[in-house]
């Protein structure tokens, strides 16, 4: 049972007996051979109904503005969002997310506590059209501030001044009020989850409570539980015109460098009542959806975020990787990590790509027509 080196270099071709050394047993090669193969033994798998769409809402009228940096992506008014509605659902897409970009922008982001405001119309407007498509209204105050902060700001002469904390600050608990008044409005239009995106501490509890009270008790609170301070968010802060005009978010989302403190973050949220834990963004935090997978019982959600969007397109249009293969993988491996639901751009690309019948040639090499998931 020895390795008899040939005279070429290569191992001897021997019987059974003389099976040599470095030859090996297990050969996991052989459930990889074919397309059957590897569909048989598939871990994962990936479908329309995995994602949940982002749409930008806007006013005006027959709006449907191209976000640059985020190819294929628009902000649309409200009247032109049934369209979208029929297109997504009829992909299998069961639920869409709402990011209003307002008429008016104040210090409180008021229009995000306004019945008449941007995404109570648009929810309506969803509604009418498409009952079927779950709605989830993300709850940040961002995109409605003038400050570009999501909440109440410390500042001198605001009734909730701190001279203790410094100017330019947000303020946490002022801002729970506010995001109890924004649950409920978006609650009566219609939303089936609302989505806090702010990393306010006690927001879930806040408004659990708010919504329970105004007799919402059926509206699911789909938390964002661990959401980075990221440079991914680059591209949505055009797509929302939410920059912040001053500072960063770094005083409130959390560090990059740190995954125990995103399941204490999470854990908070479980006990104040979270029906869904969101992990954002997906690819980067893979490790932390991973943990928040193996740790709770609860739906875990990772949003792919503008940046991972934009990184994808800018290197496909420069002909460098396959958009369609990358953004497949990409999903796909959000999914392994433990994310049941993917909050993604891709969307409505990916339901197309996953419908259809034919494979890649370089997948397979032959035709066929087995629906090709990425492998
Ligand atoms: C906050 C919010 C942000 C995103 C979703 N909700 C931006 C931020 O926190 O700065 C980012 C989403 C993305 O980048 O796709 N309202």
Same mark, same amino acid.
């Given at each position: 049972m020895k390795a008899v080196p040939a005279t070429d270099g290569s191992l001897a071709d021997g019987g059974p007996e003389d099976v040599p050394v470095g030859r090996p047993v297990v050969r996991p090669r052989r459930l990889r051979r074919t397309a059957g193969l590897r569909r048989l033994v598939r871990e994962t798998s990936l479908g329309p109904s995995d994602f949940v769409y982002p749409l930008f809402v806007r006013p005006g009228r027959d709006v449907e503005r191209p976000i640059a940096s985020m190819p294929g992506q628009h902000q649309h008014s409200v009247d032109r969002l049934a369209d979208e509605a029929r297109q997504i659902s009829a992909l299998g897409i069961p639920a869409v997310i709402l990011?209003?970009?307002? =008429?008016?922008?104040?210090?409180?982001? #008021?229009?995000?506590?306004?019945?008449?405001?941007?995404?109570?119309?648009? &929810?309506? *407007?969803?509604? %009418?059209?498409?009952? =079927?498509?779950?709605?989830?209204?993300?709850?940040?105050?961002?995109?409605?501030?003038?400050?570009?902060?999501?909440?109440?700001?410390?500042?001198?002469?605001?009734? !909730?001044?701190?001279? !203790?904390?410094?100017?330019?600050?947000?303020?946490?608990?002022?801002?729970?009020?506010?995001?109890?008044?924004?649950?409920?409005?978006?609650?009566?239009?219609? *939303?089936?989850?609302?989505?806090?995106?702010?990393?306010?501490?006690?927001?879930?509890?806040?408004?659990?409570?708010?919504?329970?009270?105004?007799?919402? %008790? !059926? +509206?699911?609170?789909? #938390?964002?539980?661990?959401?980075?301070? #990221? *440079?991914?968010?680059?591209?949505?802060?055009?797509?929302? =015109?939410?920059?912040?005009?001053?500072?960063?978010?770094?005083?409130?989302?959390?560090?990059?460098?740190?995954?125990?403190?995103?399941?204490?973050?999470?854990?908070?949220? +479980? *006990?104040?009542?979270?029906? &869904?834990?969101?992990?954002?963004?997906?690819?980067?935090?893979?490790?932390?959806?991973?943990?928040?997978?193996?740790?709770?019982?609860?739906p875990v959600a990772a949003y792919q975020v503008s940046g991972e969007y934009a990184m994808l397109h800018a290197a496909a249009a420069n002909g460098w990787v396959d958009l369609r293969r990358t953004a497949l993988e990409s999903l796909t491996a959000v999914k392994r990590a433990g994310a049941v639901l993917i909050l993604t751009y891709f969307a409505k690309d990916a339901a197309r790509w996953l419908a259809e019948a034919d494979p890649p040639p370089e997948e397979t090499g032959q035709r066929s027509a087995i629906p090709w998931t990425p492998s």
């Open positions: 990011f209003g970009i307002p =008429e008016t922008k104040d210090a409180l982001g #008021s229009d995000a506590c306004r019945a008449g405001g941007i995404v109570p119309r648009a &929810i309506r *407007a969803l509604k %009418e059209v498409a009952p =079927e498509l779950v709605v989830i209204a993300d709850l940040c105050f961002c995109e409605y501030t003038d400050h570009g902060h999501c909440g109440r700001i410390n500042r001198a002469g605001d009734a !909730h001044y701190s001279r !203790h904390l410094p100017e330019g600050y947000l303020l946490n608990d002022p801002t729970l009020a506010l995001l109890q008044r924004a649950a409920v409005v978006h609650a009566e239009a219609g *939303a089936d989850v609302v989505a806090p995106s702010g990393m306010i501490d006690g927001m879930v509890g806040a408004i659990r409570t708010a919504l329970d009270r105004a007799g919402f %008790e !059926h +509206v699911a609170v789909m #938390s964002y539980a661990a959401k980075y301070a #990221s *440079a991914f968010y680059g591209p949505f802060r055009e797509a929302a =015109e939410s920059r912040p005009g001053f500072g960063d978010r770094s005083q409130s989302q959390l560090d990059p460098a740190n995954g125990r403190e995103a399941l204490r973050e999470v854990a908070l949220d +479980v *006990a104040e009542g979270a029906d &869904i834990l969101m992990i954002k963004p997906a690819l980067p935090y893979l490790d932390v959806i991973s943990a928040v997978r193996r740790a709770y019982d609860l």
